[in-house]
């Protein structure tokens, strides 16, 4: 199983990222895909779930609009497009997946049941 995210770098507030996770092991459409970050000093957040079963998107709070959770199963990849960025959406983002969790568990419960975590990217935001 292999979850590939790619897609952070370095951007001024008020920008714009697009995350990309590539998946491969494991049946995609099966599975509940997520995005989540931890920024230094500071404990891991879900940011959105697509789910699964009727690709219907979920986001915290904290998105507040800026951020569109989006997947190609076609090519078994999801996306994250991140506007409007702050430097506190600065943090290492990582993309995950599920089969058997509700979207909405998963993000308040920091993703603690997942079943694939990916290696993750970098995204700062500079002020």
């Known amino acids: 199983v292999q979850l590939q995210a790619s897609g952070g770098g370095l951007v001024q507030a008020g920008g714009s990222l697009r995350l990309s996770c590539a998946a491969s092991?494991?049946?995609?459409?099966?599975?509940?895909m997520c995005w989540f970050r931890q920024a230094p000093g500071k404990e891991r957040e879900g940011v959105s779930c697509?789910?699964?079963?009727?690709?219907?998107?979920y986001y915290q709070d904290f998105t507040e609009g800026r951020f569109t959770i989006t997947s190609d199963n076609a090519e078994n990849t999801v996306f994250l497009q991140m506007n409007s960025l702050k430097p506190e959406d600065t943090a290492f983002y990582y993309c995950?997946?599920?089969?058997?969790?509700?979207?909405?568990?998963?993000?308040?419960?920091?993703?603690?049941?997942?079943?694939?975590w990916g290696k993750g990217t970098q995204v700062t935001v500079s002020s």
């Open positions: 697509i789910s699964s079963s009727d690709g219907k998107p």
């Open positions: 092991g494991f049946t995609f459409d099966d599975y509940t």
């Open positions: 995950a997946a599920v089969s058997d969790a509700h979207p909405i568990e998963v993000l308040t419960t920091r993703g603690f049941r997942m079943d694939y």
